[in-house]
């Protein structure tokens, strides 16, 4: 709402200074106003999306050095399982090795209703490429501490996985009987996807996850020399993911899914999974930041019935790729704001027309 009245309040400022200024200055001046009118509403539009929204770290939630604690002591927040290890600098869920799955888990639920987690990660090997796996994933789940299939986890889990997958397992499998994918629907591994489960919805490894996941992206994560991190945001039941892998420091985006339900009260976590293929799989930390968001009156009201299964809205029509989502709310107010200084141009130009057609009209009687 505090971001909906400043748009409305800057477009109203900014078509006054624009009508002003026309009948005060040349054409080409002219112009160069409205270009600096458009940057500067791309400014001010991202500034009200800043102050929308406040996060705050949430220590007990976060997994970061030195790792105090950890798999050695109860008073942790945190909790080791399977082949996991501490080292001074990450929390190895899997060495390089065939066979080992292990995972890190957090002792405390969590309550908070929008958060974010930031993952910094690292997944190397001595295996080439395809030659690796199997893959890590990010959990908030009912369940914890259960070894399993997925990625180090159980399978039929309740709650959000979201998951690096490093081995082509379909890919391989089609080769094997001398198929192909289609351009269109072959994929480049690693790959990060997302899935939600309801606790009676499988995993399919087989096929990489593909009949359940909620969207996904290419991630090529292994064996860099820099730093690599993973970005999930839960906001609004809006499911965000999005990847910093070039060292560039730059998120890229990954899947965006509106209609998301989450419970509360579930717990993070990590986990990894090797077979015959294998990699180092480390977690350097986990961060999670708790959001503080303006809602309307009608946001909280959708939103004040508790949530007590995990589930998606349209989750056939996204499992198919139909889902179109709605312009966002900076889109919105560029829109009118194109379509209302395209009226006013309209406008303008006719005035114009106008004097100069009043003009040699009133020539006529001289």
Known sequence: MAATNNQNYMGRKILSCVLYTRFNMDFKSYWTFLLLIVASSQSFANDDDHHEMEE?????????????????????????????????????????????????????????????????????????????????????????????????????????????????????????????????????????????????????????????????????VRNLKHDTFLFIRYIRRRLTVMIDIDGQHEWRDCLDVPGVRLPKGYYFGASAITGDLSDNHDVVSLKLYQLTVLRSKKEEEEEAEEITIPSVDNLEQILRGEVEDGMSGVAIFFTVLFCMLGFFMLVVVGLVVYSHWNENRRKRFY
């Not at 994918?181 to 994929?187: D, I, L, N, V």
């Not at 997302?194 to 996850?209: F, K, L, P, Q, W």
């Open 56 to 220: 705050f770290l949430k220590r007990e939630y976060s997994l970061s050095k030195p790792y105090q604690g950890v798999g050695s002591s109860g008073s942790s927040h945190w909790e080791l399982m399977g082949d996991s290890m501490v080292t001074t600098e990450q929390v190895r869920l899997t060495p390089d090795m065939q066979s080992r799955q292990g995972a890190v888990w957090s002792r405390i639920p969590c309550h908070l209703k929008d958060w974010e987690m930031q993952v910094h990660f690292k997944i190397h090997g001595q295996g080439k490429k395809n030659l690796n796996g199997d893959g890590m994933a990010i959990w908030y789940t009912k369940e914890r501490m259960q070894k399993g299939p997925v990625f180090g986890n159980k399978d039929n889990f309740t709650g959000l996985g979201v998951f690096v997958d490093t081995y082509p397992n379909e890919e391989k499998h089609l080769e094997a009987q001398k198929k192909r994918y289609s351009p269109r629907t072959q994929r480049i591994f690693p790959f990060v996807l997302a899935m939600v489960g309801n606790g009676s919805v499988g995993y399919d490894h087989e096929r990489d996850g593909r009949p359940t996941e909620l969207g996904g992206c290419n991630a090529m």
